[in-house]
């Protein structure tokens, strides 16, 4: 059977081959009954349109790419954080008839600007999501500017660096989740820190400052622990912070990997959670469920920010959104069995 053609679709549904052009490109001004024959044409044919006229018709790709950390380059990544990252913009591409391109690269690397440069010209796409910690990197950034396409920030740590962006309220949800634990009876409450290269983590930090001082609990800094938000670091953090004269009674990790590694470190030694030592975390992964006990952590909305990033390059008011400075998409508390009333 010959392959349908435009033409064909156009004789189907009645209309003209300048109107099925402008319902595949998803322009706007068609009217949806008009939309409906031709989109129900399209499928009886099984019209697939051709990409490439598609594209020069538009002048645009009709491909929107991720750009992340690549994941390799930690002993333990965090598989979580790329699978939500691709969810959202995949969402947002599937709404829209868009192309995703996504691209792990290591920013450690000295040529990762060329890299990206050379990938950018290459493949033209409509517009580039920048995931932490490269959307706070400024080499990295800069490189992209460059090429003159249109680019969002997730999670870059400060909203008026440039361009637009797209984070969730990190600092405000830390200190309410630092106030629950203190509501709870908790007064030696640890942090442990993430990765120095997360600005928007950086923040969570913040947040639990704000936390004590909203709870009256006075900031100790024998407290505060330095992790890179691997599971293994929140091991090593956990083993610090019980080997103190007096241990917290309740640990507050800037992510829920290294919150999985002091639940680890707890149960090696035999302390109870919650009963001995309450548990929190950030982000609400995969990981938060799967642990036992179930992890109290912060749902931190990363899909619906990467869906929102993606949108803001692919919607028709494109350049007005990136004129708009900042999205933030909030993020709530999940109280579950890892925390508890503090002990005695």
Sequence with gaps: MAKATIDDVADLAGVSIKTVSRVVNDEPNVRESTREKVEQAIVRLNYRPNLSARNLASHRSHMILLVYDDPSAYVTPSSGYIIRLQEGTLKACKQTNCDLLIHPCNYRNSDVKDELRILIERTRPDGVVIAAPLSNMASVVNAIA???TPYVRISPGKS?????????????VSAEMTRYLASLGHARIAF??????????????????????????????????AGDSSIASGVACAEELLDLS????????????????????????????????????????????????ALTTVRQPLAKMAETAAMALIGDNRDEIMQAGASTVPGTLQARESTGPAPG
Aim: no cysteine; aromatic share 6%; net charge negative.
């Design 146 to 148: 460059g090429t003159d």
């Design 246 to 293: 007096e241990p917290p009674t309740a640990i507050f990790a800037a992510n829920d990997d290294m919150a999985a590694g002091v639940i680890q470190v707890a149960s090696q030694r035999g302390v109870e959670i919650p009963r001995q030592l309450s548990v929190a975390g950030f982000d609400d992964s995969a990981l938060a469920l799967q642990i036992s006990p």
């Design 160 to 172: 008026n660096a440039g361009g637009f962006s797209v984070a969730t309220n990190d600092r405000e």
């Design 192 to 225: 442990i820190k993430g990765h120095p290269k997360h600005k928007a983590v950086a923040n969570r930090l913040q947040g639990y400052k704000d936390g004590l001082k909203q709870s009256s609990l006075k900031f100790d800094e024998h407290l505060i622990a």
